[in-house]
């Protein structure tokens, strides 16, 4: 999960210092799918194989051989193009026609002017939504490896290819140029990602390159209408160098509009390790693929029946999840408890909890603060439920719920239970301000530099000896106070004069 | 002997497997240095495979309906271990780890290979002059070109090196052969016969299809070799019709049209009258015969040489110096793709390749390749027309008797004109084939073609049997 | 339809499909494939304004397989069919320029 570990949390909009600028991205999200078996043959659709292990006349090109459809390929294509509120089409084959070695018919197996999924969208979780364009079948390339140049293209000696990848199914999503920051491309990226996963259409992996991304980036001043030239990261191998990439090519395009010159658009590679973006083109030739329609495949219609199928066996999304998870907490879908409750596959225990009397607020401060992380295995939403009202009662701190919960975690024991076995009782008011009282005549200097400051407006220093004496407070009973409380109590006591 | 006798007769076990292909792989060693019929003779396949066949027979076992029937094979059918070369400098070598369906299905039958036959390089071209290991001549009269693509196939059937030979057919590459070998050749229903195996030429056209000194072994071939293949996605699903049963069921009451458009200019005086000869014997036993009309026909030619260029451009470019075939070194990957393709292809075929390329190409695909699918749009259409009003039509296979060698090499239109005839049924997706009827002013073969309707085979063979009985000696 | 095919086209489409071609054979290719197109002008007295394409005679469509994996071929059997090979992959002179 480290892909998506972070974007929601720092989602922002915009670069800094280029307030005067509106960034444009379009994201072309390569996926394989999680078939069995490649795209048009029966061999085995396996990453990390020998190489040159899973081939056979089809998926080397060899003279004579043929292609044929695999049918689950097709099947999660369709899911993807639901996933993605598409309308999935009858839809063709076509042959995208160049030269690579990697390419063993010399022409890849696409879509090209039918393409069984477009015009649908996504929900991201910060609220916006990105239009998808298209999300179309193809196939893979094989993989080559470069010898000498440190295993880059450039300057090599010569390469090396294994075709275990080339046939594997693709589905390619295109999305409209909506998204405006590094932070949006992000979020969308783990969006799709979640989705890919809750369909098991793809295992979605950027590091092992089951899941590809290319950025379509370009810049215009704020208020223009026109698009401004556009150019194509390519080579991004995290959710984290997507968005360093843009912002990169970002400042490399406004710098070059700015000091008067002009965009070439172009396919351009980001560079991890020296973090910016280079010129990928060194190819005299123009780009011409001469597209035509596959005439060794027939065309692909599935028809509502297979589409309804499809929908009805269709999980709920994370857009829908977030919308569930925040009308039962009575939140916005935005919230960040919310988006990470989905994010983390809490959301159902989260709404349970509150099914079951637990209080909203503090079943997602559990779910983002305290369960994010580790997970909440088999935890009860039950006991989540008695856990919170325990808090409402007064009965736990949120510090002791905290070390409560941990306990359920492992041991599944109700936190009634554990609450008393570690001693957790309830500390009435009396109690608690007998304790302030007594630490105050405890310190008395430290009291009257106190009263004395706060009388005086430096907060810096108030702030500081607040925490001397909560500190003190909660070390004398033993981390039973509210912390909440004892403030509630030190602020009366300096109002009082002291 | 026919096809059909031999493997009665072996099945019965009253010759030898292995005495019969002896006996071919003799004549073969007796006339093949004249005619170059094969790119490779696989004299001791055959032996052992016959072997097999004869001690089945021992065994009690049925070897099936070729049982020990010796068969040659266009030289762009897969057979594993076997060199496939496409009569390509570019393949030369090359052996395929796999055997094309049609080649599984012939064992299965019984049937003997006895090796593979030349053919226009990549099967482009109707001499055999474009293959890269020289032409195959006509045994009819070694002067003259055999005709092609599938020219070594029609050659080692007249030749009597073997009793059957498969080719395949794109735009007549069955049909002109045999017509000019004076044997019958079948191109049928596109989707029929598994194309698994065939090494591309056209995609949309290409369909394998047998050769055979008569119409009742061409019948029992096919039945052979066709059927679905579920590794080829354009094969078509259900059972195969017995064609040799219909043999004998005569013309009466069929209705047999003439295409008027291919039987006016660019068609030999002589050619046309066999046309003719060919309709009144059909209507003597019993045929409706009249004038049919397939006006787009005229336009084939224009829409084929688009197209099937168009389709092998992209299909031919697999044959890159990468993972099979011919390698020419370069300092960069590009380099040696550009030297391998440079030096592996054939004047033709490079011809065909810039032509493809060029109707696909930016600016162009909808003035060329677009047009030309329209045009074939109008070709499926007027067919359909005229197959309301008939069963079958009828029109001459080839404008011309074999021609010499060189006549057309220079002047790749005219050669294309070769193909006039046949073009539009393979641009229809539709069956037709070649029987000989008679010889032209020159004492050389003339074949009529019959045309049938998607799998119209049956009224197809029915009308080649009775033009066969008929056909003057 | 378009005017006639030009030297530069041909070295164009010559360039796309990986073909060298000498200036000797570049003015017999443009004059051979210019007659062949001359003759393909035929089809502008047709009215196709209305006429669909047909890409391919068959009317089949959703040919599947199902995700059933079966065996290959050998991995030696292809590779000793290859120009060159290193390490079980096929090698291949140096690759300029990126991936596309």
């Not at chain 1, 799918?33 to 190489?51: I, Q, R, V, Y």
């Not at chain 1, 925040?326 to 960040?336: C, D, K, S």
């Not at chain 2, 890269?132 to 693509?149: I, K, W």
């Amino acid at each position: 999960m480290t892909d998506t570990a972070v974007p929601y949390l720092t989602a922002k909009h915009g670069i800094v210092g280029l307030d005067e600028w509106e960034l444009v991205v379009g994201l072309e999200v390569h996926c394989e799918l999680a078939t069995n078996t490649k795209m048009f043959c029966s061999c085995a659709n396996h990453f990390g194989d020998e190489p040159n292990t899973n081939i056979c006349p089809v998926c080397l090109g060899l003279p004579g051989s043929l292609p044929v459809v695999n049918a689950e390929a097709v099947e999660f294509a369709i899911r993807i193009g639901r996933a993605l509120n598409c309308d999935v089409h009858s839809s063709v084959f076509a042959r995208k026609n160049y030269f690579y070695p990697d390419m063993p018919k010399d022409y890849q197996v696409s879509q090209y002017d039918q393409p069984i999924s477009a015009d649908g969208w996504l929900d991201l979780a910060d609220g916006s939504r990105v239009g998808i364009t298209r999300a179309h079948m193809e196939e893979d390339t094989g993989k080559n490896t470069h010898a000498g140049a440190g295993g880059r293209i450039h300057g090599a000696d010569y390469s090396l290819i294994d075709y275990n990848r080339a046939g594997v199914p693709l589905v390619e999503i295109v999305s409209e140029p909506d998204i405006r920051s590094p932070e949006q491309a992000r979020i969308y990226v783990a969006e799709l990602r979640t989705i890919l996963l809750a369909i098991e259409a793809s295992d979605a992996k950027m590091e092992e390159g089951s899941m590809r991304v290319d950025a379509n980036v370009s810049m215009r001043r704020l208020g223009e209408d026109v698009f401004g030239t556009r150019c194509e990261v390519k080579n991004l191998n995290s959710i984290r160098s997507l968005g360093r990439a843009i912002e990169y090519e970002a400042r490399r395009q406004v710098d070059l509009i700015t000091s008067g010159e002009r965009i070439v658009q172009q396919t351009r590679h980001w560079d991890e390790e020296a973090g910016r973006t280079r010129d990928g083109r060194s190819k005299e030739e123009a780009e011409d693929y001469r597209y035509f329609q596959e005439p060794d495949l027939m065309p692909i219609e599935p028809g509502q029946a297979w589409i309804d199928r499809v929908d009805a066996a269709m999980p709920k999304l994370p857009a829908a999840r977030r919308q569930a998870m925040a009308a039962v907490a009575g939140v916005e879908p935005t919230r960040t408890a919310v988006v990470v409750a989905v994010d983390r596959q809490l959301d159902e225990l989260g709404i349970a909890a509150i099914a079951a009397g637990g209080d909203p607020s503090r079943v997602l401060t559990h779910i983002e603060h305290n369960l994010a992380v580790e997970g909440a295995g088999a935890l009860s939403p039950i006991h989540v439920a008695e856990l919170t009202q325990m808090e409402v009662k007064g009965e736990l701190t949120a510090t002791q719920a905290k070390t409560v919960l941990a306990e359920m975690l492992t041991t599944g024991i109700a936190p009634a239970a554990i609450a008393a076995a570690k001693g957790f009782e309830t500390m009435d008011t009396g109690a608690l301000e007998a304790m302030v009282d007594e630490v105050i005549a405890g310190h008395p200097a430290e009291w009257a530099d106190f009263v004395a400051i706060v009388a005086a407006g430096d907060d810096k220093k108030a702030k500081k000896l607040t925490g001397f004496f909560t500190g003190k407070i909660m070390q004398t009973s033993k981390g039973q106070a509210d912390g909440k409380a004892v403030n509630a109590l030190l602020a009366a006591k300096l109002n009082a004069g002291g | 002997m026919s096809a059909i006798e031999l493997a009665r007769s072996i099945r019965a076990g009253e010759r030898s497997a292995r005495e019969v292909v002896d006996g071919y792989l003799a004549t073969i060693a007796e006339r093949e240095p004249s005619i170059h019929a094969f790119n490779v003779v696989t004299a001791e396949q055959a032996r052992v495979a016959a072997d097999a066949v004869d001690a089945r027979v021992a065994a009690g076992d049925d070897p099936g309906p070729l049982a020990g029937v010796p068969i040659a094979l266009k030289d762009n059918l897969c057979t594993q271990g076997i060199p496939t070369t496409c009569s390509s400098k570019i393949l030369e070598g090359w052996r395929p780890p796999y055997d094309a369906t049609v080649v599984t299905k012939l064992a299965a039958a019984g049937a003997v290979s006895v090796g593979k036959t030349n053919l226009d390089e990549f099967a482009m071209g109707s001499s055999t002059e474009n293959s890269a290991f020289g032409p195959t001549r006509n045994p009819h009269d070694l002067e003259r070109v055999p005709g092609g693509s599938s020219g070594g196939s029609a050659a080692a059937v007249a030749a009597g090196f073997a009793p059957l030979s498969l080719g395949s057919d794109t735009g007549g590459s069955i049909r002109q052969p045999a017509s000019l070998c004076g044997v019958v050749g079948v191109k049928p229903t596109y989707g029929l016969v598994s194309r698994y195996g065939l090494v591309a030429f056209a995609s949309s056209l290409d369909q394998i299809g047998p050769f055979a000194t008569n119409v009742a072994d061409a019948a029992l071939l096919l039945e052979v070799i066709a059927g679905h293949d579920p590794l080829d996605s354009t094969s078509i699903p259900g059972p195969v019709p017995s064609y040799s049963q219909v043999l004998s069921d005569g013309v009466d009451g069929l209705r047999v049209g003439i295409i008027t458009e291919l039987m006016g200019e660019g068609i030999a005086p002589d050619v046309r009258r066999r046309v003719e000869e060919a309709a009144e014997h059909l209507a003597q036993n019993g045929a409706t015969v009249g004038e049919a009309s397939v006006p787009a026909a005229m336009f084939g030619l224009s829409a084929y040489y688009l197209i099937a260029p168009a389709e092998a451009s992209s299909n031919l470019a697999r044959y890159d110096g990468v993972r099979y075939g011919l390698r020419v070194d370069g300092a960069t990957t590009a380099e040696m793709m550009e030297n391998t393709r440079t030096e592996g292809f054939g004047i033709e075929v490079k011809r065909r390749i810039m032509l493809g390329t060029y109707a696909l190409s930016a600016g162009y695909y909808e003035a060329f390749y677009g047009k030309a699918q329209k045009v074939r749009t109008l070709i499926v259409r007027d067919f359909a027309a005229a197959y309301e009003k008939f069963d079958v039509l009828l029109s001459p296979t080839a404008p011309t008797t074999a021609f010499r060698f060189g006549e057309k090499a220079e002047d790749p239109l005219s050669m294309y004109l070769s193909d006039v005839c046949t073009i539009p049924t393979n641009l229809a997706g539709q069956p037709a084939m070649s029987v000989p009827f008679g010889v032209g002013d020159d004492g050389m073969p003339v074949g009529v073609q019959v045309l049938a309707p998607a799998l119209g085979e049956v009224p197809m063979f029915r009308a080649a049997a009775v033009l066969e009985a008929g056909a003057p000696s | 339809m378009s005017d006639a095919i030009t030297r530069d086209d041909v070295a164009h489409v010559a360039m796309l499909a990986k073909l060298r071609v000498s200036p000797d054979e570049l003015d017999r290719y443009t004059s051979q494939l210019g007659a062949i197109l001359d003759h393909a002008r035929d089809m502008e007295a047709l009215d196709l304004d209305d006429v669909p394409p047909t890409a391919h005679p068959l009317p089949l469509v959703n040919v599947f397989r199902p995700d059933v994996v079966r065996p290959g071929v050998d991995r030696a059997e292809v590779l000793a069919n290859a120009p060159a090979t290193q390490d079980d992959r096929f090698r291949v002179p140096a690759i300029l320029g990126e991936e596309p």
